[in-house]
């Protein structure tokens, strides 16, 4: 089968030479269909490779197969051979495969989770950067920021870079292609939805000469893209050349040849200095700085000790450097020529950093746990809330989180984030029975545990609520019960009690498991709380007057924004703002927020208008609904 699959002029020479035409085979389980199925030529059901390739994209079909478990059946799809369709070949539109058999529709659920989480979010980030970097002239050449000078977000999403790093390049290594994918698909998550959205107002203010922490944002989000492509090249090949191609190639052609020269010299020769002058360390620590160059711009350096001794020979750089570094050559023309990513050294400076990878995850579980609460409550994330509680037993996870107050309070749109010993007087857990769990485990027990349970103190349930079990010790009570029931028993049958028929009643502890326990939940009015990890969270679910003048005002915003982006207006267009209505809440919010508003949507003007034009429609502000229309300047 293997062979079968390899073009002819190719297996011929690999079969004379007895030879294997790959080092290493990935398999996996059946593909079938998205009802588990398998899929036939006969029946019209088999999905042919110019049909799926057409259709979901080829870097979809690879991450599919790559982030499958091979143990499992992959349900691939479905092809649909009453809807026939044309695609696009080389050789130009087609509604025939190469076969001669119709093409027909083929869809697939893993294809569009492959899109949805993984494709789209690392473009997204792709062209958020290029549309902006684009915008402000960014200059990858430019002297790089040092990165213990930039704000902490830019070095833990570097931190957290040199992690995945390590781990591609050890599932690689070990052929666990879902693992480094579903590492792979983390940190896109982390780079889309926490990185590039935090950090959007660096992007979008305009910067002058002196603008350090902008040139920061851009030289982090830089990096990242490239290393990324370099990373994801096995398995999403095209997408990753694309974005190489534009980033290194295109992106440096903008450049001088001789400033990127210049660059690197700089480095270079004060590695050659610090080794005649201050010995070996010194000059690792600047050739590690030249490096960090290079890999910046996609050079690839393998003899880093051997060019050093050439450049130092005869104590005079200049004369070897230009031949050293000619810079065309040594910039690989394509992603699948530069060597795969390592994780960087401390010099000339440290970038993996545990502890800020740890804080911020963290800072990220408190975020998700705060988004929970507002969707039980029904309170959407651009209202504004007064306060969220929290409580931690680990000293070191309640420092870290308040250490990153600021971030939750801006992720969760509140005004205040209050740490606490505990959250006692806003939330009690009652802990009862599973009696259809607990029953055929233990019996006539049941009702000690129940009563043991009652008079037992919460906190030594709390494991509970984290999926762990207990043990609790019911000797007090199971022989009392057991007592009473015997004597009752004895009584009934012989009108006297035996005093002996309580011995050897039944284990004095019992091990309880979450599944054991229904817990039940009571809160203090206008507060909803959750927990995980240790962390407690209470959210004030009370709204003020002026908190829900803000909340209008969030969503008029909104809404600006998404007729703005309707209109495909460049990111720098001013523009004038209308509405109508007779709300007075609306009016108050828009009156109070008008400053706000005006600087959020680049309007030079927003203005109550009685005349609404035909075309536009009305959208929920509040409670209200209003037509808003907008103007270009």
Same mark, same amino acid.
């Given at each position: ?88 070949? /080389? ?5 025939? $495969?190469?076969?001669?058999? /119709? ?19 690392? +473009? ?18 430019? /002297? ?49 939805? +926490? ?68 660059? %690197? ?100 579980? &408190? ?28 000293? @070191? @996870? ?31 857990? %009652? ?24 008079? $037992? ?16 010790? &019911? ?14 028993? @004895? ?19 019992? &091990? ?8 039940? $939940?009571?809160?203090?009015?206008? +507060? ?57 809440? %609306? ?5 109070? +927020? ?6 959020? $949507? ?32």
């Amino acid at each position: 089968m293997i062979h079968a699959t390899l073009p002819a002029a190719s297996a011929v020479p690999l079969t004379a030479a007895q030879k294997r035409p790959f080092k290493t085979l990935l398999g996996h389980r059946l593909v079938m269909n998205e009802d588990g199925q398998p899929m036939h030529k006969s029946d019209g059901t088999a999905i042919w490779f110019e049909e799926a390739a057409e259709q979901l994209g080829v870097d979809t079909m690879r991450w599919m197969y790559l982030a499958h478990n091979p143990a499992q059946d992959l349900r691939f799809g479905t092809r649909h051979k009453d809807k026939p369709v044309t695609i696009e070949t /080389p050789d130009g539109p087609t509604d025939h $495969t190469a076969e001669g058999l /119709p093409v027909c529709e083929v869809v697939s659920k893993p294809a569009d989770e492959v899109r949805r989480q993984i494709l789209i979010p690392l +473009w997204n980030s792709y062209s958020f950067f290029v549309n902006y970097a684009r915008l402000d002239e960014f200059d990858p050449l430019a /002297p790089p920021v040092p990165i213990s000078l930039r704000p902490e977000i830019d070095r833990w999403i570097l931190s957290n870079l040199q992690v995945l790093i390590a781990t591609c390049r050890r599932e690689f290594e070990n052929y666990n292609t879902p693992g480094a994918c579903s590492a792979a698909a983390a940190f896109i998550d982390d780079l889309s939805n +926490w990185y590039i959205r935090r950090n959007r107002r660096r992007f979008w203010r305009s910067r002058d000469a002196s603008d350090t922490d902008k040139l920061a944002a851009y030289q982090t989000l830089y990096e990242v893209l490239v290393t990324l492509s370099k990373l994801l090249a096995p398995c999403a090949p095209f997408v990753c050349e694309r974005m190489y191609q534009n980033l290194v190639i295109r992106g440096l052609r903008t450049h001088s040849g001789r400033e990127l020269k210049i660059v %690197v010299m700089e480095a270079m020769q004060s590695a050659a200095e610090s080794k005649i002058n201050s010995g070996a360390l010194e000059a690792a620590k600047w050739m590690e700085a030249a490096d960090a160059w290079g890999y910046r711009l996609g050079l690839q350096r393998q003899h880093e000790q051997f060019e050093l001794d050439r450049l130092c020979e005869g104590h005079d750089p200049d004369t070897s450097f230009i031949d050293l570094m000619d810079l065309e050559e040594d910039i690989p023309p394509s992603v699948h020529l530069c060597w795969y990513p390592k994780p960087a050294g401390d010099y000339p400076e440290p970038v993996l950093d545990p502890e800020l990878n740890e804080r911020m995850a963290l800072a990220q579980l &408190v975020v998700k746990l705060g988004h929970k609460l507002r969707e039980e409550a029904d309170l959407r994330v651009r209202q504004p809330l007064a306060e969220l509680r929290f409580a931690c037993q680990d000293p @070191q @996870q309640r420092a870290a989180i308040e250490r990153l107050a600021d971030v939750i309070e801006e992720e969760l749109n509140l005004k205040k984030l209050t740490s606490c010993d505990h959250l006692d007087d806003l939330v009690s857990y %009652v802990y009862k029975p599973n009696q259809k769990a607990l029953g055929p485990k233990y019996g006539k027990l049941l009702g000690a545990i129940t009563q043991t349970l009652a008079a $037992t103190d919460p906190q030594t349930l709390a494991p509970l609520r984290r999926g762990e079990g207990v043990t609790l010790n &019911v000797g007090d009570v199971a022989p009392r019960l057991a007592s009473e029931r015997d004597a009752s028993s @004895q009584a009934t049958s012989n009108g006297s009690v035996d005093p002996n028929a309580s011995r050897g009643a039944t284990s004095p502890t019992v &091990v309880l498991l979450p599944t054991d326990i229904v817990i039940t $939940t009571q809160q203090a009015a206008e +507060w909803v709380s959750t927990d995980e990890r240790g962390v407690q969270i209470a959210l004030s679910t009370h709204l003020t007057p002026e908190l829900l003048q803000e909340g209008i005002a969030r969503d008029f915003v909104r809404q600006v924004q998404q007729l703005r982006k309707d209109a495909n207006l460049e990111i720098q267009a001013r523009i004038k703002v209308c509405y109508s209505t007779d709300d007075a809440d %609306v009016l108050a919010a828009l009156k109070s +927020w008008g400053e706000y508003i005006r600087g959020e $949507t680049l309007a030079d003007a927003v203005n109550l208008n009685s005349s609404v034009p035909t075309d536009v429609k009305a959208v929920t502000i509040g409670s209200a609904k209003l037509p808003i229309w907008i103007d270009v300047k």
